[in-house]
């Protein structure tokens, strides 16, 4: 379960990065402050959210 875990969370960060990367319009209104971007993570047994810094 860890190293599965692992593996998704480093998908997560690879895919928001790549966002900022490919997306200069989204990457800018971040840098201004208009919008936030962030990974998050499901719990499908707790149904929690879990939102990355």
């Not at 860890?2 to 998704?8: L, Q, T, Y």
């Not at 997306?23 to 929690?48: D, R």
Request: charged share 25%; no cysteine.
């Amino acid at each position: 379960y860890a190293f599965v875990d692992a593996v998704a969370r480093k998908n997560v960060e690879m895919n928001v990065a790549g966002i900022r990367k490919d997306s200069p319009v989204l990457a800018e209104m971040e840098a201004k402050g208009s919008v936030k971007m962030t990974g998050a993570m499901y719990n499908l047994e707790t149904g929690a959210v879990e939102f990355f810094d």
